[in-house]
């Protein structure tokens, strides 16, 4: 098991008077994809949201290669090499792809290999590059959200429920993509579709009520369908 990237201690969240998150703690390894599971409301978007900066923990840390970033600003975490990707994709309907990618690079301009290396992963944002993106299809939108999360090297990218909504056709797609990323960067996912998030995921939290209930391999999760049903309500094979 390689180092952890990132480390969640005893991270306790509150939104308005609702205490969301009660201690949750995982480590995300560097490498690959890590997926946070959990049924709906369970706390996984306030944990992507916290780690990010958007909600601020009342207790414990979150600590991104030996840096606690807890009390930091989304820009500060922004810098440190932390991409989000959110269920809303964040996308600027009114903005061109270009213009949307401009604002996602730090200088506003682009490397040409790692564009190149976009437009390979993603041709339709090259199709459409000079398109307003409210006109885009909703697949297209999340390429586009993952692309602008990508354009600068990162060493982190959070990524919520990127396949809600999609046709299975370009969910088989965003897995391609996926791989590809992750052998540069490594990915935190909060996923519902459980074959996607199998396909991709070498760890496994999973969280319930705000509590980490299950940590382990996907491999594991995967293989053990009593465990799959105890802790999701249903069998990753459903998915």
């Given at each position: 098991m390689s180092d952890a990237i990132l480390r969640l201690d005893d991270v306790h969240t509150d939104i308005a008077q609702y205490h969301?998150?009660?201690?949750?703690?995982?480590?995300?390894?560097?490498?690959?994809?890590?997926?946070?599971?959990?049924?709906?409301?369970?706390?996984?978007?306030?944990?992507?949201?916290?780690i990010m900066g958007h909600w601020r923990a009342r207790k414990g840390a979150v600590v991104f290669r030996h840096h606690d970033i807890t009390a930091l600003h989304t820009s500060e975490i922004a810098r440190l090499g932390i991409a989000y990707v959110p269920e809303n994709?964040?996308?600027?309907?009114?903005?061109?792809?270009?213009?949307?990618?401009?604002?996602?690079?730090?200088?506003?301009?682009?490397?040409?290999?790692?564009?190149?290396?976009?437009?390979?992963l993603f041709p339709a944002l090259e199709t459409f590059w000079t398109k307003q993106a409210y006109a885009l299809s909703g697949g297209q939108k999340q390429m586009l959200a993952i692309a602008r999360a990508i354009i600068e090297k990162r060493d982190l990218i959070l990524i919520d429920e990127p396949t809600k909504g999609l046709a299975p056709s370009i969910v088989r797609a965003m897995i391609d993509a996926f791989r590809e990323i992750a052998a540069e960067t490594t990915i935190l996912l909060v996923e519902q579709?459980?074959?996607?998030?199998?396909?991709?995921?070498?760890?496994?939290?999973?969280?319930?009520?705000?509590?980490?209930?299950?940590?382990?391999?996907?491999?594991?999760?995967?293989?053990?369908?009593?465990?799959?049903?105890?802790?999701?309500?249903?069998?990753?094979?459903?998915?």
């Open positions: 969301v998150l009660h201690g949750v703690s995982f480590d995300v390894p560097e490498g690959g994809v890590h997926v946070l599971l959990g049924r709906n409301g369970a706390g996984k978007t306030t944990t992507l949201r916290t994709m964040g996308v600027f309907g009114m903005l061109t792809v270009e213009e949307n990618m401009r604002l996602a690079a730090y200088s506003g301009r682009f490397d040409g290999d790692r564009l190149a290396r976009i437009f390979a579709n459980f074959q996607f998030a199998r396909a991709l995921g070498s760890g496994v939290a999973v969280i319930d009520d705000g509590r980490i209930i299950h940590r382990g391999t996907m491999a594991e999760l995967a293989a053990d369908g009593a465990l799959q049903t105890r802790l999701l309500s249903l069998s990753l094979e459903a998915g």
